[in-house]
């Protein structure tokens, strides 16, 4: 054995409480200090959108768990399966889990806050399974969720250099973009589905996306008809 993940879930022992997670923060906090003197690797999991959590509850579980500081660590919105208390709470009308659109935002948030403290995120989302789809209620389930933020993230650069191209303070945007990208990060720029394009395109900005090998993975460029004046982000 090599390595040791703790599924902390929540740093907020009221959360824990109402999830009957079994363990409070501070466990959570002495477990991570024991993996490390034994001198194992350390991986934590977070959940979000837990009952009786909130968006800011789950940053905030995110900043004391990098203080733990974890090799690695694995983020999860929250399924709700058939059979399960949460279940009989959401048909209730008692718990609304945060659902895959909802939930993008602050996963993109947590990828950017970990991966700048230079903690690994290796998994994003659940692993899909025959088992999950069929018994699922509601929740933040997508089979390839981890690729969706990853397409959300580059689509909040590409607004940024969409915004800056106009100069404007109003936050307008051009009504033509021509990009490049990475030929790794094609995909994610583009979006499943094209989405990010669609998404520019409804907000009047028809914008597309060519590979080029001599930009940077994880950023962008704006082609123009000088290629001695280029934007990147």
Same mark, same amino acid.
């Given at each position: 054995v090599t390595s040791?993940?703790?599924?902390?879930?929540?740093?907020?022992?009221?959360?824990?409480?109402?999830?009957?997670?079994?363990?409070?923060?501070?466990?959570?906090?002495?477990?991570?200090?024991?993996?490390?003197? %034994?001198?194992?690797?350390?991986?934590?999991?977070? %959940?979000?959108?837990?009952?009786?959590d909130t968006d800011e509850g789950a940053r905030e579980t995110a900043r004391q768990l990098a203080e733990l500081r974890?090799?690695?660590?694995?983020?999860?919105?929250?399924?709700?399966l058939r059979g399960t208390e949460l279940a009989w709470l959401y048909e209730g009308g008692g718990y609304q889990p945060p659902d895959v659109e909802q939930s993008l935002p602050l996963c993109c948030d947590l990828l950017d806050f970990f991966e700048g403290r230079g903690i690994q995120v290796i998994r994003l989302g659940l692993h899909p399974s025959e088992e999950l789809e069929e018994n699922m209620v509601a929740g933040a389930y997508h089979p390839a969720?981890?690729?969706l933020?990853?397409?959300?993230?580059?689509?909040?650069?590409?607004?940024a250099l969409a915004r800056e191209q106009t100069g404007n303070s109003d936050g307008s945007l051009p009504n033509a973009l021509s990009l490049l990208a990475s030929p790794r990060d094609l995909s994610k720029a583009i979006g499943q589905g094209k989405r990010n394009?669609?998404?520019?395109?409804?907000?009047?900005?028809?914008?597309?996306?060519?590979?080029?090998?001599?930009?940077?993975?994880?950023t962008l460029r704006v082609q123009r008809a000088s290629e001695n004046s280029e934007s990147s982000s």
């Open positions: 040791i993940e703790l599924g902390a879930q929540s740093m907020d022992d009221w959360v824990l409480r109402l999830n009957h997670r079994g363990h409070t923060a501070a466990q959570v906090e002495e477990a991570s200090r024991l993996i490390r003197e %034994m001198d194992f690797s350390l991986g934590l999991q977070m %959940m979000t959108g837990l009952y009786g974890p090799d690695t660590m694995r983020i999860y919105p929250t399924v709700v969720f981890r690729e933020c990853e397409g959300e993230r580059f689509y909040r650069r590409i607004l394009l669609k998404r520019l395109e409804a907000l009047g900005c028809k914008a597309v996306v060519f590979p080029d090998d001599g930009v940077e993975p994880g």
